[in-house]
């Protein structure tokens, strides 16, 4: 069931994302006239799921069909000035009755079957579909390749647009119901940090309070990892022990985190308070109630939760005392463990001993906030892409496909994270569009800024070699990315 509801998250944010890409691309087009022959909703090779399309007036709707096969044949003509023309007509290979649907011009709209993507046929564009046929025509007024420059820069990039614009909406609706709840560093500092091993390697301690990173403090806890990582910080200021020192973070300290792929190499320590105990468990067996404080096991001490999970597991198939403050008493709870090594209890939630901080928003105030934050995802996914393109870091080796996206999703369905795991993918579609690579929409933009420049178009030939490159060097990295994922489920 968690594996579903992951998955049908997944799906669901694709969707809008998609959809709302390329009716950024279809939009722009409409609006200078260019004609866009399909709108999709995934791929549809060999046949579509659904599809509709205006015919003589009327809506006309096929579920199931295969896909109208075409091809152009040259016809010669005479114009009223009696001057030779040629014209190309399209011929069915599919031989369908329905000669009107194909030569209709409006615009077909369709469900394909593979559901991972999405698209636009726009009329005379040099696309992904690699549709040549059409090319081997006289330019039309209403084609793409028609249009001025400018036009068809608007018309590329407003995919781009209406991504980060979605993101924009997204978080001016969160703001404005939810407020921006999080968790002070100052807070953190009543019980200092916990680290893991890595940042121990790197001279961090358990109990340090984070006092500034490359000399700035930094308000909001949950951002300290990441500020690490991005700005690629060299020294941490911490209070140790009363005393505030500097650790200076070694050279490799990024390759080394990238490594990890885990963010959590600091996190904030807790006492363990326990919220809830689990039936027929070692907790519920032992006589452990909720709000209890677990302080120990046997001899030693386990004053937090992180201490308490670090310790439990040595103690597999063993009976022992764990110690527990209880209202002003301190008790000695004998259990029993089993294979598993844990005994049933569960921890109270984080405002049990932090205050958090919450900002409330007004709808008017979201936007403003909402842009914001939108413009730092942004800037801190582009700060993220460069790092992949850097070999020193080897960031490389930690870029995921399809199941690392999954796993960013929680295991309920909880609509504000949804959203906010939506505004964060739309963020991450755009800056990944933007990239100067042949069949993204930022290689086509590059291609037009140069045009735009030189007032030289490329020749359609360059654009199709162009894409075939583009198209090869994108399935290389979605290979790429998703064979990092198969490879992380065997380690």
């Known amino acids: 069931?968690?594996?579903?509801?992951?998955?049908?998250?997944?799906?669901?944010?694709?969707?809008?994302?998609?959809?709302?890409?390329?009716?950024?691309?279809?939009?722009?087009?409409?609006?200078?006239?260019?004609?866009?022959?399909?709108?999709?909703?995934?791929?549809?090779?060999?046949?579509?799921?659904?599809?509709?399309?205006?015919?003589?007036?009327?809506?006309?709707?096929?579920?199931?069909?295969?896909?109208?096969?075409?091809?152009?044949?040259?016809?010669?003509?005479?114009?009223?000035?009696?001057k030779k023309q040629t014209k190309y007509e399209p011929i069915d290979l599919n031989g369908l009755p329905e000669d009107d649907w194909r030569r209709s011009d409006s615009t077909e709209y369709g469900i394909g079957w593979?559901?991972?993507?999405?698209?636009?046929?726009?009329?005379?564009?040099?696309?992904?579909?690699?549709?040549?046929?059409?090319?081997?025509?006289?330019?039309?007024?209403?084609?793409?390749?028609?249009?001025?420059?400018?036009?068809?820069?608007?018309?590329?990039i407003g995919g781009v647009f209406m991504n980060v614009m979605l993101a924009f909406l997204i978080y001016i609706g969160l703001l404005s119901k939810y407020g921006e709840q999080y968790l002070p560093t100052a807070e953190v500092n009543k019980y200092g940090i916990c680290v893991d091993s890595l940042a121990y390697e790197f001279g961090l301690r358990d109990g340090d309070k984070i006092l500034a990173i490359d000399g700035e403090y930094i308000e909001n806890f949950s951002e300290i990892p990441m500020q690490i990582i991005l700005e690629k910080a060299k020294t941490i200021t911490v209070e140790r022990d009363g005393?505030?020192?500097?650790?200076?973070?070694?050279?490799?300290?990024?390759?080394?985190?990238?490594?990890?792929?885990?963010?959590?190499?600091?996190?904030?320590?807790?006492?363990?308070?326990?919220?809830?105990?689990?039936?027929n468990s070692a907790a519920e067996a032992g006589g452990l109630a909720v709000g209890d404080i677990i302080i120990g096991i046997n001899d030693k001490q386990t004053p937090y939760y992180q201490d308490f999970v670090k310790s439990i597991k040595q103690y597999k198939n063993q009976d022992i005392d764990v110690h527990v403050i209880r209202d002003f008493d301190t008790l000695a709870l004998a259990m029993h463990l089993g294979e598993e090594g844990v005994i049933g209890a569960y921890l109270a939630p984080i405002s049990t001993y932090y205050n958090m901080e919450t900002k409330e928003y007004t709808f008017f105030e979201a936007i403003p906030a909402g842009f914001s934050k939108t413009f730092d995802g942004l800037s801190d996914y582009w700060k993220q892409v460069k790092l992949i393109f850097s070999p020193k870091t080897k960031a490389y080796e930690s870029v995921g496909g399809f199941i690392s996206i999954g796993k960013i999703f929680p295991e309920t369905w909880i609509w504000s994270i949804f959203w906010r795991m939506t505004a964060f993918l739309s963020i991450a579609l755009a800056v990944m569009n933007i990239l100067p690579i042949p069949a993204l929409d930022g290689g086509h933009i590059l291609f037009l800024l140069i045009e735009i420049i030189t007032r030289r178009?490329?020749?359609?030939?360059?654009?199709?070699?162009a894409e075939t490159v583009g198209l090869v060097l994108v399935l290389a990295l979605v290979l790429f990315a998703n064979g990092n994922d198969v490879i992380r489920l065997f380690r």
């Open 1 to 82: 069931m968690v594996i579903l509801v992951k998955v049908l998250q997944f799906f669901l944010a694709l969707s809008i994302l998609i959809f709302v890409h390329e009716l950024g691309h279809f939009l722009a087009a409409k609006a200078f006239k260019t004609r866009v022959e399909k709108f999709y909703l995934f791929f549809d090779w060999g046949f579509s799921l659904f599809r509709c399309k205006k015919v003589n007036g009327k809506w006309r709707f096929k579920f199931f069909s295969k896909n109208v096969q075409e091809k152009y044949t040259a016809i010669e003509y005479k114009d009223a000035a009696g």
């Open 114 to 156: 593979f559901p991972l993507g999405g698209y636009n046929k726009i009329a005379g564009m040099v696309d992904e579909s690699m549709d040549k046929s059409q090319l081997q025509q006289p330019v039309q007024p209403w084609e793409f390749r028609s249009k001025p420059a400018w036009q068809r820069f608007i018309i590329m």
């Open 243 to 279: 005393q505030a020192l500097t650790v200076t973070l070694p050279d490799d300290a990024l390759t080394k985190l990238l490594a990890k792929q885990d963010a959590n190499f600091i996190s904030f320590r807790m006492p363990f308070m326990v919220a809830d105990v689990a039936p």
């Open 457 to 465: 178009k490329p020749s359609d030939k360059f654009m199709q070699v």
